[in-house]
């Protein structure tokens, strides 16, 4: 019985930018009677039916955008006589939709770690069941991954995650629901341990794949003192002191390491945090700034940001303490203008941010927004391909309309075009060799636009442009820039590397 772990994908690029982690911790987590397990992560190549055989186990991982691939390769892989397991956010919200259409004898929800051991001895005996609930698993229990069997010369970054759970509630993020508010952070040595292993065998740029980097704020600190919460604070102090305990053993690792992690911005706020981030080599960091504009902040529940001129200095905060930004902003909030576009690419502009993403507002299961949006259409008798808007994730690729929530003032395609015009305009060859001043060498310039562009084609014109033609040249274009970049992260090997605090 051989276990193969897929991570589909419509598109792949032959090089990935993030090492997917759920393979290799699933890898992990799989006992070493069943063998290695065959390892497939579509981003870089198709899966090849005729590797699996009849009593194999195939486990595959969805999120809701690679749902409808991941249902076609459970079908394939049924129809091969193997047993299809299905995992992953969307898996956890919608099981049903797994075992019908994905051909699933198994689906598992939540967390796999742990519970992976049971559905592999399960099937080894012929008797998987229908449903495995892997729960929400306590920071200390995370499995390393195991990084022994990546393929080296096919990532950018390696991941690691050092927390789960996040304690807001933005309104178009699962996040909070699927991980719980509740963070969980891993213990210190875990994580160290982790980076050594991938430091060893070449990776130094590591992506920090946490929820939320920073759950305790000072406002947090200060509203427990407030209410004379002593039980609350106490834990809240525990966890900040840990946050900074990891930092220094991350600052303790060898200098050319740089990690990349997602953080609110209210971390600008805390000066000591931001010191401690860039002494342990975090360089970057994804912040969802979603809205420019206070209006725009109540759409999303995102009160805890700040617009306008607050905003340009929370973001700049980050570049004064040398940790670049990739700001995500969202376009086609109720309250959006046909201003608020040129708003949004002038202060992403200002404000210093390294790179930037501008996605169009799409109602995803497990959030606040899609509830309610499914609620609003109920009586919508719109069907493509026989799929309803409210399971947009099954409707055929090419054949998904862009904008989902009607527009009090803009038409669909306008949202698109906008958005598709500040992409262009972030991006422009003349704004990427401005900001790639932020690097000093001619070499590193160079760098600095190649990743510029890749990042470019593979997230936006793969996902924004209308026409197939678009789509494919992009993925083209991606395919040649990758190699190369890839090329730019790669590092020596240090076999011989010891953990700082000498837990390996
Ligand atoms: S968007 Fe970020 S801050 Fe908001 S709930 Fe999701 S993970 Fe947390």
Redesign the pocket.
Known sequence: MRVHLINPSALSFGVGVITPRWLYVLAASTPECYGEPCITDETLERWDPDAVASGDVVGIGIHTGNALDGYEIGRRARDRGAFVIFGGIHATLYPEEALDLGAAHAVVKGDGDLVWATVLADCARQAPQRIYDGGKVEGADFKPARWSLVPRSKYMWASVQTVRG?P???S??S??KTDGQRPRPRTVDGVVDEIVALRRIGFRFIALAD??FYPVTLDDLATAARRQDKGRLQELTAMRAERFELMAALAALPEDMVFYT?I?MEAAEDPEFLAAMRKAHIRGALI?VEAVTPEGLKDVY?DFNMSGERLVDRLRAFRHHDIHVLGSFIFGLPSDRPGTFDLTAELAERSGVTFAQFVMLTPFPGTVDFAAWERTMEADPTRIEGVPLTRHWLIPKGKQPKVYVPHPLMSPEEIRARTQAVWDRFYSWTNIWSRSRCVESIKARVAFVLISKLYRQMYANTGIATDSARVNRSATWARWIARPCQRLFAARPMPDLQAPRGSI
């Open positions: 996040c807001k509630h933005c178009f993020c996040v909070w929820d939320n997602q609110t969802g995102k």
